[in-house]
């Protein structure tokens, strides 16, 4: 028989709902050993919890107070989602209370709340804790990520990665949580969005060394919703140019460029990953979710990039058909029984078929810092290399 674990949520909005979908879908999966079950709610928006309420039975907890939910001795884990500004005082919070935690990127608003986390970590090694990223379980990624694992790429001659959309596009557009400095810090773009782009290359090994940042704030003031306008304070876009190591390759460094765009004409919400190796290449991109496209050469042979329709190949099986498409609530749901099977069993069920660590979530502070001196100074700055 199916485990059940007992979550509650912190932070029910749009992200809470998706979790609580993919709940709801649970029997989607073929062979998960674990399954959550929703017990409980905070928001401080009574609205949300009539629609928990009337979508889940089994919530029984519904609150304005995140205390009251983690004083709750029947809930075992913790999904939150909230903003920036409050990520430091509520995982530590849920970690202390000795509930797993998946939490939302970027783990902290900056890297001292981040360091406030990690301490909580590792003060409770017995508290799982992981941060939320969805688009490496589509099935595309996933075989990437098998090419990467088995070293089929051969020497990495460089690697691009993005996550590039249009939400602030329109300037009229009014200003929201994610534009505001004091509630989504001082990374802008980088924060909101920047551990999506850095997933696979953390997992990879592939740390950067260094990273020369330019950072653009391209719209500098938006209605605030009143009549009036406001400051826009926060990065719109960010392009990090990165040396990076192959720890496969002691010594060898290749150049890694990571984009993160608020504001991309003509990118409704894309995701990218491209690898370029001396024997097989790769790129993907959710504009076609479909599309795996590989480049396999030898010597001076001709080269041409293979377009592969990829199907519901995907790390945790379902009932889905092997021929049907995968989208983004799929990836949702493959994530989360990334998250379920990591507290089962201890360690994900293949490399690139995990969540992102908590050591890979500071990895990105670190060079999201890094990025914010390099703007303020206009050079390349080192970063100390420590992976967990």
């Known amino acids: 028989m199916t485990k059940t674990i007992k979550f509650g949520i912190i932070g029910g909005g749009l992200m809470g709902r998706e979790f609580a979908s993919a709940a709801a879908r649970w029997c989607h999966l073929l062979e998960a050993d674990l399954r959550p079950e929703l017990v409980a709610v905070c928001d401080t928006n009574p609205a949300i919890h009539t629609w928990y309420k009337e979508n889940f039975p089994t919530v029984t907890l519904t609150t304005a107070d995140y205390k009251e939910l983690l004083a709750d001795p029947g809930i075992e884990a913790v999904y939150c989602a909230v903003p920036h500004n ?124 260094n990273v020369r940042a330019i950072l653009r704030k391209l719209v500098t003031e938006r209605p605030d919703g009143k009549g009036g306008k406001v400051p826009c304070r926060t990065w719109d876009n960010a392009t990090l140019f990165c040396e990076a190591a192959d720890p496969a390759a002691p010594g060898d460094v290749f150049p890694l460029s990571i984009k993160t765009f608020r504001i991309a004409p003509g990118e409704k919400d894309t995701w990218t990953v491209k690898i370029l190796g001396t024997e097989k290449s790769a790129f993907f991109s959710t504009k076609n979710p479909r599309r795996l496209e590989i480049l396999e050469y030898a010597g001076g042979a001709s080269q041409n990039w293979q377009q592969i329709d990829m199907g519901y190949d995907t790390a945790f099986k379902t009932i889905t058909g092997g021929i049907f498409e995968f989208g983004f609530p799929d990836a949702i749901l493959q994530m989360w029984a990334s998250f379920l099977y990591e507290i089962e069993h201890g360690a994900p069920k293949e490399l690139f078929a995990g969540c992102v660590t908590p050591g890979e979530a500071a990895a990105s502070h670190r060079l999201f810092t890094a990025a914010l001196e390099s703007q303020r100074t206009g050079k390349t700055v080192s970063l100390e290399l420590k992976t967990v």
Not at 91 to 104: D, F, N, Q, S
Not at 175 to 188: A, P, T
């Open 86 to 209: 409050l990520h430091a005082e509520i995982y530590t919070a849920v970690i202390r209370a000795g509930k797993h935690l998946m939490g939302e990127k970027p783990f902290g608003i900056d890297k001292a709340a981040n360091d406030r986390i990690m301490r909580a970590i590792d003060e409770n090694p017995d508290v799982l804790v992981r941060c939320s990223s969805e688009f490496p379980f589509y099935p595309a990624v996933q075989a990437i990520g098998r090419m990467i694992a088995s070293r089929q790429f051969g020497r990495i001659i460089e690697v691009e990665t993005g996550f590039l959309h249009s939400s602030d596009l329109d300037p009229n557009k009014p200003i929201n949580w994610k534009r505001m400095i004091e509630f989504n810090g001082e990374y802008g773009c980088m924060g909101d969005l920047g551990i999506h782009a850095c997933h696979i290359p953390c997992r990879a090994g592939w740390y950067p060394k």
